[in-house]
């Protein structure tokens, strides 16, 4: 490989935009900061940008085109809630979606707190004051503390509140290569890469109605893409989430066998099963396979616990697709994925969308 600035295909403009919202906190249910970076960039090329009742942002493209078509990827990411404050001003929290606790001791911390960030650590008890039966027990979050070095209730409430909410506190990096690490691709990456597949769009001719949307609180339930998808009501919705990459110790096709051959590098993943409408996958693998786009079929037997699950169960039903990113270490601080995929996904996205008319057959069989 060469260097990153030889690898990259990206534009400036679009990694700028992936490095601003990569970097805004956006808990469910607190998605403000990383809403406001999309909607910026939204802006310079939807016909109209809003954002609902819920916290769904939406940015049209085509307004007046058919049929309906509407793209999700979920911007909320994990994060931590605030659950009370003892006299000597140390938090106690719970995890805001799914964490594994073994990764938080040690972690540095942000939390938006009453005028801004507030940053602190979560503290545990030393190891070397453990007895020997603590020392092979599982971390429990009730274990763990958040130490703003303060030394007073008083003092951290004048900073923080119960309730408030934060993450942890790593920032977007490119490693080596095309491979890049954060906290919160799964799935901001996903709010990336559909409206990455809407701005390559307003250059095409398209005779969709199209509809990227930046979901909310899917971590707790999707529960963002129901409400967005009944108020668009669209024929075909497509959420693009991340999905396990297999090319990692312990992930292993040959290894495990189940999740496939799932890699960084390897394209863009195309699930197939029951929550997939049979036309919308044909669609997509045809439109990789025209267009040279690296691809990998997931095989997905039942309901996904994407975006793509509450798309097609919506109203008289959608016809439903899934594109997912592989992604390493997820529900992690140091999630990975490869930006080479993201770029093939959202190519691949948009001219599977400009392919789509009024005349397009969707009906499964």
Not at 57 to 78: F, Q, W, Y
Not at 194 to 205: D, F, G, Q
């Amino acid at each position: 490989m060469g260097s990153q600035k030889e690898r990259l295909a990206m534009k400036k403009e679009s990694l700028d935009f992936l490095r601003k919202l990569m970097d805004a906190p956006s808990p469910s249910g607190y998605e403000g900061p990383a809403v406001e970076v999309w909607r910026a960039e939204a802006k310079k090329f939807a016909d109209k940008v809003w954002t609902d009742l819920h916290g769904n942002t939406i940015a049209l493209l085509n307004k007046g085109g058919s049929p309906r078509v509407m793209l999700a990827g979920h911007i909320d990411e994990i994060g931590l809630m605030i659950q009370s404050i003892d006299d000597n001003g140390f938090a106690r929290f719970q995890g805001v979606g799914g964490w594994d606790p073994q990764i938080l001791p040690g972690q540095r911390v942000v939390f938006m707190g009453k005028k801004g960030h507030v940053r602190g650590i979560i503290g545990k008890k030393p190891i070397h004051l453990m007895e020997q039966e603590e020392r092979g027990k599982a971390v429990r979050v009730e274990d763990l503390w958040i130490d703003f070095g303060t030394s007073s209730k008083k003092e951290t409430e004048k900073l923080v509140s119960v309730g408030d909410v934060g993450v942890v506190d790593v920032n977007f990096t490119i490693l080596y290569g095309d491979n890049a690490v954060a906290r919160g691709f799964d799935d901001r990456i996903g709010a990336f890469t559909v409206l990455e597949a809407l701005r390559l769009m307003s250059k095409m001719n398209i005779e969709a109605e199209v509809y990227a949307v930046a979901t909310v609180q899917e971590e707790i339930g999707l529960r963002g893409a129901h409400t967005a998808a009944f108020g668009i009501d669209p024929k075909v919705g497509i959420a693009v989430d991340v999905t396990f990459a297999t090319d990692y110790p312990g992930m292993g096709a040959k290894e495990k066998g189940i999740f496939g051959n799932i890699k960084l590098g390897g394209g863009p993943v195309i699930a197939r099963g029951p929550n997939i409408n049979p036309k919308v996958h044909e669609l997509l693998v045809k439109t990789a396979q025209e267009k040279k786009i690296p691809y990998v079929v997931e095989a997905i037997p039942r309901g996904t616990g994407t975006d793509a699950n509450a798309i097609q169960l919506t109203r008289a039903g959608v016809a439903a697709g899934l594109v997912s990113v592989p992604n390493r270490n997820m529900h992690t601080p140091v999630e990975m994925v490869n930006l080479e995929d993201v770029e093939n996904a959202f190519t691949l996205i948009a001219h599977a969308v400009a392919r789509i008319t009024d005349k397009t057959n969707l009906v499964p069989f």
